[in-house]
């Protein structure tokens, strides 16, 4: 029985790689190209089903899972996403957890498919229903990137002990306040832990096996350059499609613990990673002058390599509080026309685009029931829940659905602008105030914004050579409240807002 599955899975993963690779799985060529629009999914609440509206799923209600999933894919068509990053899809631990289901990055097995999101009414398996839901994403021209958690649960040391770190007296080791996973020990850069190589292939054949297109590793700084270069060779050999994301930032300087190992981001690029996520992040605690920075700065470092490489907009991510949360819904509109308009790959959360403020009346309190040892609803406050089994992602927030809807589909039709236009910095005489210009041939697009969020900036004065008195403009997001002069563009901002303009050429 055993010879007859590997056999069936050697030749499944044959068909895969046949109907699903090479020409069809063009991820890395869109993501190299700024051309990936990409949303990240928790799949158990995705489309979780909370009919008696508690904004939790119990036992009679349905958690978000691989086929009902496929419902919401239009949705997403729709608003322009062609990328899903999925959250981790396998098992988690149940010792020493964090909420009542257990954070999906608290791996408790590389090798297998997470029951949580197995509908146990259908007579497909666990990999045939990740394996649909792929399909259906491919369909519709949605790629699938598959999230690699960093670490492991407690479940899995007590079961694979091999794979992990240990102190002197050889207990497990918690990385920073992650007090739901252990260390992995990878060994270093002279010699790998062949187990965890070998338990990390298993993942790759797994995740290969159900037609995924690119990896995102979490926290891939804690885990040697030997290691990843490794990984990518031995995916690349068998895809050379397969796209590789980086969690990394150039903010980040040491590891979580100091029993990991520390590769900077810029060594991960050289170990064969595609992207990373810069810092776009602190964004809500940056100046003007910061912001632009950051943007020539990736610009420079991304045109370095030999190869090409890429970075996401991580403005929004699940580790981040809900841009509403932190600055109103002025800051999502701004997160959106950003996502629109720098020359990188958009990316959001589910729930973003409709101004979810991910708030919980049930946060932190004691529950009636739990799968785990922990007793208690875990959340991070304002952050997409990955620790239960509660309610999709969603708000109500029209302006901001709008804003995003607008925002994607000005991207989309101004692709070759965006994605290849050169990046021109306007210097303000307000350090709250950006401004830049994308220009691609006689095409230019000028994005102004207010990085005050309580208020306004009134009698802004950018200077923006070229401009003269007489240009004409077209207001994208905006009113007419723009005025040019000579190499000179005059005008006033309310708190957080954005400005997008083009400039008018005869013709338009």
């Not at 700024?34 to 489309?47: A, E, G, M, V």
């Not at 520390?262 to 605690?285: H, I, Q, R, V």
């Not at 940056?286 to 950051?294: L, Q, S, V």
Request: include cysteine.
């Amino acid at each position: 029985m055993q010879k007859r599955f590997l056999l069936t899975a050697f030749i499944l993963l044959a068909f895969t790689a046949i109907s699903s690779y090479g020409e069809e799985n063009n991820l890395r060529t869109l993501f190299l190209r700024n051309k990936s629009n990409i949303c990240c999914i928790n799949l158990r609440t995705f489309n979780a089903k909370d009919l008696n509206g508690n904004e939790l799923i119990d036992e009679n209600e349905e958690s978000g899972n691989f086929l009902n999933a496929i419902e919401r894919l239009d949705e997403l068509k729709e608003l322009n996403i062609n990328t899903l990053h999925v959250l981790p899809i396998t098992p988690v631990g149940r010792l020493k957890a964090l909420g009542t289901a257990g954070s999906v990055y608290a791996i408790s097995d590389f090798w297998s498919i997470n029951p949580q999101l197995v509908d146990n009414n259908s007579e497909l398996s666990a990999i045939e229903q990740a394996k649909k839901f792929v399909d259906e994403c491919h369909k519709r021209g949605i790629r699938v990137i598959i999230d690699l958690p960093s670490c492991g649960s407690y479940d899995l040391f007590l079961t694979h002990p091999e794979l992990f770190l240990k102190d002197s007296k050889q207990c497990s080791i918690v990385p920073t306040d992650w007090t739901d996973v252990r260390l992995l020990n990878t060994g270093d850069n002279l010699k790998l832990n062949q187990d965890v190589l070998d338990a990390h292939k298993k993942f790759i054949d797994m995740i290969l096996l159900i037609g995924a297109d690119g990896l995102r590793a979490d926290v891939a700084t804690i885990k040697p350059y030997a290691f990843w270069e490794e990984i990518i060779k031995y995916t690349r050999a068998k895809d050379s499609e397969f796209m590789f994301l980086a969690e990394a930032s150039d903010s980040w300087r040491e590891p979580p613990s100091k029993y990991a190992q520390f590769t900077p981001y810029n060594k991960l690029l050289e170990a064969g990673f595609d992207g990373y996520y810069g810092s776009f992040f602190n964004l809500k605690e940056w100046n003007a002058a910061d912001f632009i920075e950051h943007i020539k700065f990736n610009i420079k470092l991304l045109n370095s390599y030999n190869q090409p490489k890429s970075v996401i907009l991580s403005f929004s991510t699940h580790d981040e509080v809900s841009p509403v949360v932190l600055h109103g819904e002025n800051f999502s509109n701004m997160i959106s026309w950003l996502n629109a308009t720098l020359p990188f790959n958009p990316y959001c959360i589910d729930g973003f685009f409709t101004g979810d403020q991910y708030l919980y009346s049930w946060a932190n309190t004691r529950a009636d029931k739990t799968q785990t040892d922990d007793i208690y609803y875990f959340v991070h406050r304002g952050k997409l829940d990955i620790f239960n089994f509660s309610r999709r992602p969603g708000g109500n927030n029209q302006n901001v659905l709008n804003n995003f809807k607008k925002a994607s589909e000005f991207r989309k039709n101004n692709e070759d602008l965006i994605s290849k236009g050169s990046f021109i910095d306007f210097k303000t005489d307000n350090n709250k105030v950006f401004a830049y210009a994308r220009t691609l041939k006689n095409d230019t697009v000028i994005v102004i914004g207010n990085l005050d969020f309580e208020n306004p900036q009134n009698k802004v004065t950018i200077n923006a050579p070229g401009i003269k008195k007489k240009t004409d403009f077209e207001f994208i997001n905006c009113e007419g409240t723009i005025k040019p002069g000579h190499n000179k563009i005059y005008t006033d901002l309310s708190a957080g807002e954005i400005k997008v303009i083009r400039i008018a050429t005869k013709g338009n």
